[in-house]
């Protein structure tokens, strides 16, 4: 049986809480739309995506053009986790000087990742007081999208 198929049922595994934090100054370099952390190279779109389906998320990513610049992509589960502050008990779940939602109920809802198992794509849920949740969704649902671009 596929792995995403397990998942599913389960709705979320706990992460370990190895990232995110409180970033420390000039951890990222803010742009108009995106923030580049120069700790992972990787740059973030600010704002990110109210409830799209997984394949909306994945076109929207890859043709979007933020402060200039294009080639964004959506982040793998480990890249989404790098930008949460797991020592926040409340949402959103990030550095609010540098990341915002377009819907305030993505604070502490899901994001999709680029990682896939068949009809099942992988997501983050960043649940205040409870921390980070890795599962799977079909790629039909609706979740936040927060674009990247990077190594």
Known sequence: MRFARLLAPLAVLFLARTAGGDAPVG????GTQTALDTKTGL?????????????T????????QLDGQTGYRLPTVRELESIYDMK???????DKTVFSAANQTIS????WASNVDGDYAFLVSF????????GAAKKDDFNGARCVKGP
């Open 43 to 55: 740059r973030w779109q600010r704002v990110s995506s109210a409830g799209v389906q997984w394949q």
């Open 27 to 30: 951890q990222y370099v803010l």
């Open 127 to 134: 649940v205040p007081t409870q921390g980070a949740y890795m």
């Open 57 to 64: 998320a994945l076109t929207t990513c890859s043709t979007i």
């Open 88 to 94: 926040t008990n409340t949402g959103p779940l990030w």
């Open 108 to 111: 502490a809802g899901s994001h």
